[in-house]
């Protein structure tokens, strides 16, 4: 289930605790990021990228129409990758990018945690959401320790997703609400 929980950045303090999707649009809206449902699609399990793709087509083509972006492709994460551990720590800092990231959850979750004007916004994703976080706003991804998700990528460039990490220590004062820690 979507859940977008905002915590004060300098109290720790919850501001906003929700799983209705109205209300964490309102919340992320006024900071620039987008977040939507979208049906979600019956794949045959392990379905590979080409079938993800395929069947979210109009979606894709209407959103790229919308954002000017060049492509998608795919990414598959399970418990069982050899490389989880890096790719976790890869993104679990808080980090930037020079445009924005947008991803759709086909199945699966993982939470975009941004850190914006005082507060921290922890939007846990789930199959069926898309999120876009905006160019240079401070955020971290965490799918947690056994990840499980498919996820497509949207983008113009791909050096636009080359991380940017900030030095601080945000993402550990802030663990996301992974379903391994909430």
Same mark, same amino acid.
């Given at each position: 289930?979507?859940r *977008?929980?905002?915590?004060?950045? &300098?109290?720790? $303090?919850v +501001?906003t605790?929700?799983?209705n999707v109205?209300?964490i649009?309102e /919340?992320?809206t ?5 977040f939507?449902?979208w ?5 045959p399990?392990g379905?590979?990228?080409?079938a ?10 209407e *959103?790229?129409?919308q954002?000017? &972006?060049?492509? $998608?492709d +795919?990414?598959?994460?399970a ?6 551990e /890096?790719?976790?720590a ?6 930037t990018?020079?445009?924005d990231e ?6 699966g979750?993982?939470?975009?945690v941004l850190?914006v004007?005082g507060?921290v916004y922890?939007?846990?994703c789930?199959a069926g959401?898309?999120?876009? +976080? ?9 799918a ?8 497509v ?6 050096s636009g997703?080359v ?13 996301a609400?992974t379903?391994d820690r909430?």
């Open positions: 289930m979507s *977008l929980v905002v915590h004060d950045a &300098a109290t720790n $303090a +501001v605790d929700t799983t109205t209300e649009q /919340a992320l006024p900071i620039g990021v987008r939507e449902r049906p979600v699609v019956s794949l399990p379905a590979d990228a080409e993800v793709l395929d069947a979210y087509r109009p979606h894709l083509d *959103l790229l129409g954002t000017g &972006a060049g492509s $998608a +795919v990414l598959m994460l418990p069982d990758a050899p490389n989880k /890096a790719l976790r890869k993104f679990l800092n808080e980090h990018h020079t445009e947008v991803r759709f959850f086909h199945e979750a993982g939470n975009f850190h004007g507060k922890d939007a846990r789930t959401d898309l999120i876009s +976080v905006p160019a240079n706003i401070q955020h971290w991804f965490d947690g320790t056994e990840p499980r998700f498919t996820a990528r949207i983008f113009t460039d791909t997703w991380p940017h990490y900030t030095g601080t220590d945000m993402a550990t004062r802030f663990p609400q379903a909430a």
